[in-house]
């Protein structure tokens, strides 16, 4: 279900504050509701040049060609940066191990998603460490 989606909006809209719904707006004009926990990362494609949202059911929807890495971070604060490339649902992390995020199920077979350490210096001064 890999879209073109360069005339597409996307909003949002809270349900309630732990809840966050998604609409999505497909080329050809169909609204589709995506739950933030259906969102395991987002991931920059470099060759199409815009950022898809990886979901739970193995489906890809490519972005908004504005759409950017600022946009994505300020939909919730779930939503954390761990590489110039890739953006986790932080609800999903399980561990970092040698870098390297290990994710809950489905996510954890997919592809190697690995903090940077800029941003793993972030991750360290945003949550606490114990």
């Known amino acids: 279900m890999n879209m073109n989606t360069d005339n597409c ?24 509701l995506i739950h933030l926990e259906q969102i395991g990362y987002f991931r920059y494609n470099s060759k199409s040049k815009l950022w898809e949202a990886v979901l ?28 110039q490339s890739h953006i986790i649902n932080i609800s999903y992390l399980v561990s970092i191990e040698d870098n390297n995020c290990i994710l809950l199920p489905p ?6 998603l690995q903090v940077s350490k800029s941003f793993m210096k972030k991750l360290k001064e945003k949550y606490a460490c114990i």
């Open 107 to 112: 996510f954890n077979e997919m592809e190697l």
């Open 56 to 83: 739970n059911n193995n489906h890809i929807l490519a972005l908004r060609r504005n759409t950017n890495s600022q946009k994505i971070l300020s939909l919730h604060p779930y939503l954390i940066q761990i590489s």
């Open 9 to 32: 909006n996307h909003t949002n809209t809270e349900k309630n504050q732990e809840e966050k719904i998604f609409l999505y707006t497909t080329i050809t004009g169909n609204l589709q």
